[in-house]
RNA sequence: GCGGGUGUGUUGGAAUUGGUAGACAACCCAGACUUAGGAUCUGGUGCCGAAAGGCGUAUGGGUUCGAGUCCCUUCACCCGCACCA
C-alpha cells in the first residue's frame, strides 16, 4: 500500500469535521491551555504559504499540550471590519459584507486542506451583529467609566458623579483631558449639558478635539500606529495635521500600568521595548516660569528632564500650536509670528519630518528664569512639539542639541554648565560631569544635581516632580461605513448612551459608502439614522475596536448575555500561547492590553494582562524571478548575456520558471503583450534573474499553500513550514528543500507498509532502537517548549535512518503519537492501522526514559603542549583522580605525542574533568 | 541619532550553553536499478594539499588547558522609534 495523502488527508479532514474531534468543552477536572493565533483580516488575495506559518506551529504546540493531557483551547475567527473592503466597496458598489464573506469562505477552504485542530464551533467574524454587540458594549463600559490615580483602577462614573456632587472637583484625583475647578454646590447646579461636558473629560471612551491624523485621501482620521512616516499604513495616502473633535479612548491614563505589566509578560525583548518605546515614559519636573507680554503677565508650566540645567536656560520655546502662541506674541512681533504660523501649516507631516530645517520666530515676550530672576526671550519653532508635555519648553542650549542649534541660528547666547565639556561646536546632551554656573548645584555631579533641584523648586513651590508619557489616547473615531456604528444618540446635543437592551446597533443600508456632499460619514446617507428621533453617531469604530477582547470570546462564544461568563472566564483565564506578527506591536497588542485591563478594574474579566506568552513569527519572503527585455523591443535576454544590452527588469510569474530556467512557450501565452516576445538565449536556455521580495500578488512570486498541498500534502506542508528555519525568523520559501521532507514521510510510511504487506510485529526491540525512540522522546518535548520545531524535525529524520528498517509496535507505536503534532494526517491514519479507535490527538505522550539515552562512555579532554586532545570512551563514572590514572596507565604513543610527565587535573563546574598534562 | 537583533560551507540551518564545528536537509558528483526518470537506493561532498598535515564560525584583540559560544574593538546587514525637551 503506498502514502496517498491526498485520499487520507481528505478522509481525516471530513472525519475530524463530522465528528468535531477537536471542540473543547470547559472540563475543570484537566488543566486548561490556551493557544490563539492573531485571527486574520480575510483579504481579496487568499493565502500564501507565509500566512499558515505561525498556524501551523501553534497547532503543533497544541497538538503537544493535548498530547500531554491538557484541555486546549484552539480557535480561529475573522477579523472582519476594514478599509479594503470599504474601498473595494466604493469602487465597485458591492456590499462589503458580500466581499467579506466571499474572502472568508476562500480563507476557511485554504486553512482546511492543512488539517488545523481549531474548535470551528468558536468561530465568528468581528462584523457579525451577534459578537460586535460586545464591541460597542465594551465601548459603553468604557464611556460609563473613569480613571481613578488614587486607587490606580477604572471605576464606575456614577462613583464620580456622587464625589463632584459631595465635593466638587477637588475631591477626586482623576485622569483627565482637562480639570475644572468646581465646588460641590456649583457642580449641584451645572445644567445637564454642563455636567455632560465636564464628565466628557474624565470618561475612559470619550469625546475631545485634538490635533489628529487626517488622511483626506482615505476620508478619515486615522490612529497614531496607522500612520507611517507622515502616510497611511492601508493604503499609503498622504495624512495630515488637522484639530477635530473625535471620540478618543483614554489610553494614556493606562500609561504607568501598560508598562510595568510588561515586566511580567513572556514575550520577546525586541517587542516589549518597542511597547516601552511606545509608551516612552521619562522622568522629570514640571516648573513654572512667569511671562511677560507687555504689561500681562501669566504662569507658564514646562517639563523637563534636566531641571539640572535651569541655570543654562537662555531662551524659551514654544510649540506653534501651543495656546500660549497667542497670549504672548507682542504687537510687534503679530506680523512675522503670523507669517511663520501659516509658513508651519502649510507644510504636510511628511515634509516637517524630512526637513529637520531650524525655523522659528521671536514673540517678542520675555520669561524670566524662576532661579537665576534672569529675562529670557520666549520664542515659537517647530521643533517643539505641542502633544507631548506642555508644548512649552526651557532651552538650554549648551546640553540639548536641538537647542543649540535654534541658539546657533538665531544667534542666542550659549552658557555652558558642566566643568570641562566643549561647547564651542557642539552641545553636550550626556548626563555626566560636575556642574558649574549653577549657583547651588556647583560642585554636583549631573546625576546628584537633577533630584537636588528638583528638591529645590518643589520647597520652593516652583514646580514638581512629573513623570510624562509619549503614549497618546487612541483616535476612537472613523468617518467610514465598514466598522461597529457608536452606540451613542445626541439627545439635545448631549452624547448619549444606548440602554444594552438596544445592543447590537447594526450598519443601516445606505445608497453608496462614500461621505455625503457636505463630507458627512456614509452612515449619514441611511434613511432613518436616529434613535427615539435623536440623531445617532454617523462614525464608526475602527478597525482595532473588534480585535481588542476577541480572546475573551472565543472563551464563550455564544453567550447572548454576557461577553464572556464568570465561569468560562474563570477557567480559560487567559491566553497561554499567542502567536503573531510584529507589526501588532503598538497596535492591537498595545489596545488589546488597555481594553483587558478596563475590563479587569470594572470586574468583568479576572486576569490583568490576555497574553502571557507571546511568540513572533517571521515572514516568509517570496523569491522573484526577472525578465530582461531590451529597451524599445519586445525581445528578452538571458541573465547572464544582459550587460550587453539596455534592458528593463521584468517580474515574471514564478510558475513560468523552473530552476531560474524560463519556459518561453508559457511565457508568450502568459500575457498578450508577451505573445510575439523574442528570446536571446545562452546555452539554449533562458536563465532568469532572481531577488527575494515580500511575497505580493504584485511580484508574481506568490506561492499558494494549495498548490503545495496538491503536489506534496498537507503533511509535507507543514513539516517543511517549520523546517524551514527558526519559528522566529524571516526567510525566502524555496521549493528546492521541500522534496527532503516529503522523503522523509515516504520513509516513514515504509516502516509500517511494502507494496502490500502491513509490516508491523510484536517483536522486542533491541537497545539501539530503544536509544532512538527516547532520544527522540527528549529532544521533542525539549525542543517543542522552546519553539525551535525546525531541529525536531531534523531528530526525527535522524531517529528514522537510526532506526533502519524497524517495523516493530512497540517502537511504531510511540513513534506514531510523537510525529502527529506535525503530520496529523498520515499519523491519524497509521493510529487507526494499528489498531486505535479514537483520534492519535488523544493518545498518551510516550513516557521518556533517559536511562535509555544515558552513553556509558564518554571523552574525556586532555591538554597537551597547549593542545587539547580526547581520550576517547573511558566509563562516565569515573571520578577525575581514576580518570588521572587511566591517563597515566595508558600507552603514552597511543594518546599523544612525547613523553608523558606529571598530570595536573583541574575539575570545571559541570560534569566534565579536565586534565592537563605539563 | 537612540533602541533591539543578526553575522557559521554553494544554500537553509545544527552544535548537549565553554569540550572532537558544519548535525539534518538542499545542491552538486559518482555508482546501482531501470525502456525512461524530475522515481528509488548506495557512497562522496568546508577550504588548501598527492599525502602527512595545515587552515577554518564577519574583523582585530583578550580571558581560558580549551572559544562559534564569554569580554572588548571594528565592519556589514536587518528591524523598530525618531525633533518626546
Same mark, same amino acid.
Given at each position: 500500500m503506498d502514502y496517498e495523502f491526498l485520499l487520507l488527508e481528505?478522509?481525516?479532514?471530513?472525519?475530524?469535521?463530522?465528528?468535531?474531534?477537536?471542540?473543547?468543552?470547559?472540563?475543570?477536572?484537566?488543566?486548561?491551555?490556551?493557544?490563539?493565533?492573531?485571527?486574520?483580516?480575510?483579504?481579496?488575495?487568499?493565502?500564501?504559504?507565509?500566512?499558515?506559518?505561525g498556524y501551523i506551529a501553534s497547532d503543533i504546540y497544541s497538538r503537544y499540550k493535548r498530547l500531554k493531557g491538557f484541555n486546549v483551547l484552539h480557535p480561529m475567527g475573522y477579523d472582519a471590519f476594514g478599509?479594503?473592503?470599504?474601498?473595494?466597496?466604493?469602487?465597485?458598489?458591492?456590499?462589503?459584507?458580500?466581499?467579506?464573506?466571499?474572502?472568508?469562505?476562500?480563507?476557511?477552504?485554504q486553512m482546511d486542506r492543512i488539517g488545523f485542530s481549531y474548535d470551528w464551533d468558536r468561530e465568528f467574524r468581528t462584523c457579525d451583529p451577534a459578537y460586535f454587540k460586545w464591541t460597542q458594549w465594551a465601548f459603553l463600559k468604557m464611556f460609563g467609566s473613569w480613571y481613578d490615580k488614587a486607587q490606580d483602577k477604572a471605576r464606575p462614573i456614577e462613583d464620580l458623579v456622587r464625589a463632584f456632587a459631595e465635593g466638587g472637583s477637588a475631591a477626586v484625583d482623576a485622569a483627565a483631558?482637562?480639570?475644572?475647578?468646581?465646588?460641590?454646590?456649583?457642580?449641584?447646579?451645572?445644567?445637564?449639558?454642563?455636567?455632560?461636558?465636564?464628565?466628557?473629560?474624565?470618561?475612559?471612551?470619550?469625546?475631545?478635539?485634538?490635533?489628529?491624523?487626517?488622511?483626506?485621501?482615505?476620508?478619515?482620521?486615522?490612529?497614531?500606529d496607522e500612520v507611517k512616516e507622515g502616510y497611511s499604513v492601508r493604503g499609503g495616502f498622504p495624512v495630515e495635521q488637522k484639530k477635530m473633535t473625535q471620540w478618543q479612548l483614554r489610553v494614556s491614563a493606562y500609561a504607568g500600568r501598560l508598562l510595568d505589566g510588561l515586566d511580567r509578560l513572556d514575550w520577546?525583548?525586541?517587542?516589549?521595548?518597542?511597547?516601552?518605546?511606545?509608551?516612552?515614559?521619562?522622568?522629570?519636573?514640571?516648573?513654572?516660569?512667569?511671562?511677560?507680554?507687555?504689561?500681562?503677565?501669566?504662569?507658564?508650566?514646562?517639563?523637563?528632564?534636566?531641571?539640572?540645567?535651569?541655570?543654562?536656560?537662555?531662551?524659551?520655546?514654544?510649540?506653534?500650536?501651543?495656546?500660549?502662541?497667542?497670549?504672548?506674541?507682542?504687537?510687534?512681533?503679530?506680523?512675522?509670528?503670523?507669517?511663520?504660523?501659516?509658513?508651519?501649516?502649510?507644510?504636510?507631516?511628511?515634509?516637517?519630518?524630512?526637513?529637520?530645517?531650524?525655523?522659528?520666530?521671536?514673540?517678542?515676550?520675555?520669561?524670566t528664569n524662576p532661579l537665576t530672576g534672569?529675562?529670557?526671550? +520666549?520664542?515659537?519653532?517647530?521643533?517643539?512639539?505641542?502633544?507631548?508635555?506642555?508644548?512649552?519648553?526651557?532651552?538650554?542650549?549648551?546640553?540639548?542639541?536641538?537647542?543649540?542649534?535654534?541658539?546657533?541660528?538665531?544667534? /542666542?547666547?550659549?552658557?555652558?554648565?558642566?566643568?570641562?565639556?566643549?561647547?564651542?561646536?557642539?552641545?553636550?546632551?550626556?548626563?555626566?560631569?560636575i556642574m558649574m554656573n549653577s549657583g547651588f548645584l556647583d560642585g554636583m555631579s549631573v546625576k546628584e544635581a537633577i533630584p537636588a533641584a528638583i528638591a529645590y523648586v518643589e520647597s520652593h513651590g516652583i514646580g514638581h516632580r512629573k513623570v510624562n508619557y509619549k503614549?497618546?489616547?487612541?483616535?476612537?473615531?472613523?468617518?467610514?461605513?465598514?466598522?461597529?456604528?457608536?452606540?451613542?444618540?445626541?439627545?439635545?446635543?448631549?452624547?448619549?448612551?444606548?440602554p444594552e437592551e438596544a445592543l447590537p446597533l447594526t450598519l443601516p443600508e445606505v445608497d453608496e459608502f462614500k461621505p455625503t456632499a457636505a463630507g458627512d460619514p456614509p452612515l449619514a446617507r441611511a434613511a432613518d439614522w436616529t434613535y427615539n428621533g435623536y440623531p445617532l453617531e454617523t462614525s464608526t469604530m475602527p478597525g482595532f475596536a473588534g480585535s481588542s477582547a476577541y480572546y475573551l470570546r472565543y472563551m464563550d462564544p455564544h453567550n447572548d448575555k454576557a461577553l464572556v461568563s464568570a465561569e468560562a472566564n474563570g477557567y480559560w483565564r487567559d491566553v497561554d500561547l499567542y502567536i503573531g506578527g510584529t507589526e501588532h506591536a503598538t497596535g492591537h497588542l498595545i489596545y488589546s492590553r488597555f481594553w483587558n485591563k478596563v475590563l479587569f478594574d470594572l470586574g468583568y474579566v479576572c486576569e490583568n494582562e490576555p497574553f502571557r506568552k507571546l511568540v513572533n513569527q517571521g515572514m516568509i519572503q517570496g523569491r522573484s524571478n526577472f525578465v530582461y527585455r531590451i529597451v524599445g523591443t519586445n525581445k528578452f535576454v538571458s541573465l547572464g548575456l544582459k550587460d550587453q544590452y539596455k534592458t528593463t527588469e521584468i517580474h515574471v510569474d514564478i510558475s513560468l520558471v523552473h530552476n531560474d530556467r524560463l519556459d518561453t512557450e508559457a511565457f508568450k501565452a502568459w500575457r498578450p503583450d508577451f505573445a510575439d516576445a523574442e528570446f536571446i538565449l545562452e546555452n539554449g536556455e533562458y536563465i532568469c534573474g532572481w531577488a527575494i521580495e515580500?511575497?505580493?500578488?504584485?511580484?508574481?512570486?506568490?506561492?499558494?499553500?494549495?498548490?503545495?498541498?496538491?503536489?506534496?500534502?498537507?503533511?509535507?506542508?507543514?513539516?517543511?513550514?517549520?523546517?524551514?528555519?527558526?519559528?522566529?525568523?524571516?526567510?525566502?520559501?524555496?521549493?528546492?528543500?521541500?522534496?527532503?521532507?516529503?522523503?522523509? /514521510?515516504?520513509?516513514?510510511?515504509?516502516?509500517?507498509?511494502?507494496?502490500?504487506?502491513?509490516?508491523?510485529n510484536d517483536e522486542e526491540p533491541t537497545k539501539?532502537?530503544?536509544?532512538?525512540?527516547?532520544?527522540?522522546?527528549?529532544?521533542?518535548?525539549?525542543?517543542?517548549?522552546?519553539?525551535?520545531?525546525?531541529?525536531? +524535525?531534523?531528530?526525527?529524520?535522524?531517529?528514522?535512518?537510526?532506526?533502519?528498517?524497524?517495523?516493530?509496535?512497540?517502537?511504531?507505536?510511540?513513534?506514531?503519537?510523537?510525529?502527529?503534532?506535525?503530520?496529523?494526517?498520515?499519523?491519524?491514519?497509521?493510529?487507526?492501522?494499528?489498531?486505535?479507535?479514537?483520534?492519535?490527538?488523544?493518545?498518551?505522550?510516550?513516557?521518556?526514559?533517559?536511562?535509555?539515552?544515558?552513553?556509558?562512555?564518554?571523552?574525556?579532554?586532555?591538554?597537551?603542549?597547549?593542545?587539547?586532545?580526547?581520550?576517547?570512551?573511558?566509563?562516565?563514572?569515573?571520578?577525575?583522580?581514576?580518570?588521572?590514572?587511566?591517563?597515566?596507565?595508558?600507552?603514552?604513543?597511543?594518546?599523544?605525542?612525547?613523553?608523558?610527565?606529571?598530570?595536573?587535573?583541574?575539575?570545571?563546574?559541570?560534569r566534565i574533568v579536565n586534565i592537563v598534562v605539563k
Open positions: 481528505k478522509k481525516w479532514q471530513e472525519k475530524w469535521a463530522a465528528e468535531k474531534t477537536f471542540k473543547a468543552v470547559t472540563d475543570p477536572s484537566k488543566p486548561k491551555f490556551y493557544v490563539l493565533d492573531m485571527f486574520p483580516y480575510p483579504s481579496g488575495a487568499g493565502l500564501h504559504v507565509g500566512h499558515p506559518l478599509l479594503p473592503a470599504e474601498q473595494y466597496a466604493i469602487q465597485t458598489g458591492q456590499h462589503p459584507e458580500v466581499t467579506t464573506g466571499k474572502n472568508i469562505a476562500r480563507y476557511r477552504s483631558s482637562d480639570t475644572p475647578v468646581f465646588t460641590a454646590a456649583e457642580w449641584n447646579a451645572f445644567s445637564e449639558k454642563e455636567k455632560s461636558d465636564v464628565l466628557m473629560h474624565y470618561r475612559l471612551a470619550y469625546q475631545g478635539e485634538t490635533f489628529v491624523n487626517w488622511c483626506p485621501e482615505l476620508g478619515t482620521v486615522l490612529a497614531n520577546s525583548d525586541s517587542l516589549k521595548e518597542m511597547q516601552r518605546n511606545w509608551i516612552g515614559r521619562s522622568e522629570g519636573a514640571e516648573m513654572v516660569f512667569k511671562v511677560r507680554n507687555g504689561s500681562a503677565e501669566y504662569d507658564m508650566t514646562i517639563f523637563t528632564t534636566r531641571a539640572d540645567t535651569v541655570f543654562g536656560v537662555t531662551f524659551m520655546v514654544l510649540a506653534p500650536e501651543s495656546e500660549w502662541v497667542e497670549k504672548l506674541t507682542a504687537p510687534a512681533c503679530k506680523e512675522a509670528v503670523e507669517a511663520y504660523l501659516t509658513e508651519v501649516k502649510k507644510k504636510t507631516e511628511r515634509e516637517r519630518i524630512a526637513g529637520k530645517t531650524v525655523s522659528g520666530v521671536f514673540t517678542g515676550s520675555y520669561a534672569k529675562e529670557v526671550p +520666549v520664542w515659537i519653532s517647530e521643533y517643539v512639539l505641542s502633544g507631548y508635555g506642555t508644548g512649552a519648553i526651557m532651552a538650554v542650549p549648551a546640553h540639548d542639541s536641538r537647542d543649540y542649534a535654534f541658539a546657533r541660528k538665531f544667534n /542666542l547666547p550659549i552658557i555652558p554648565l558642566i566643568e570641562g565639556a566643549d561647547v564651542s561646536e557642539a552641545s553636550f546632551d550626556a548626563k555626566e560631569g503614549i497618546r489616547d487612541a483616535i476612537f473615531s472613523r468617518q467610514r461605513y465598514w466598522g461597529e456604528p457608536f452606540p451613542i444618540y445626541y439627545k439635545d446635543g448631549i452624547p448619549t448612551p444606548l515580500k511575497m505580493s500578488k504584485s511580484m508574481y512570486n506568490v506561492v499558494n499553500p494549495d498548490t503545495v498541498c496538491d503536489t506534496y500534502g498537507a503533511d509535507t506542508l507543514r513539516l517543511y513550514e517549520m523546517f524551514l528555519g527558526p519559528l522566529e525568523q524571516s526567510k525566502p520559501w524555496n521549493t528546492k528543500g521541500i522534496d527532503g521532507v516529503n522523503r522523509f /514521510l515516504k520513509k516513514f510510511w515504509r516502516l509500517f507498509w511494502d507494496r502490500e504487506r502491513f509490516l508491523v539501539a532502537e530503544l536509544k532512538a525512540l527516547h532520544t527522540l522522546i527528549g529532544k521533542e518535548q525539549e525542543d517543542i517548549e522552546n519553539f525551535s520545531f525546525n531541529t525536531t +524535525v531534523s531528530a526525527f529524520m535522524i531517529a528514522l535512518s537510526e532506526l533502519g528498517e524497524c517495523s516493530k509496535r512497540a517502537i511504531l507505536e510511540p513513534l506514531v503519537i510523537l510525529l502527529s503534532p506535525f503530520a496529523p494526517h498520515i499519523t491519524e491514519e497509521l493510529w487507526h492501522q494499528l489498531g486505535h479507535s479514537g483520534s492519535v490527538a488523544y493518545a498518551a505522550y510516550p513516557e521518556y526514559n533517559p536511562a535509555y539515552t544515558v552513553e556509558d562512555t564518554c571523552s574525556y579532554p586532555v591538554s597537551f603542549n597547549g593542545k587539547t586532545r580526547f581520550i576517547a570512551d573511558l566509563p562516565k563514572s569515573l571520578s577525575k583522580e581514576e580518570v588521572e590514572a587511566e591517563v597515566r596507565s595508558m600507552p603514552q604513543t597511543a594518546k599523544y605525542v612525547g613523553d608523558g610527565n606529571i598530570l595536573k587535573v583541574i575539575v570545571v563546574p559541570g
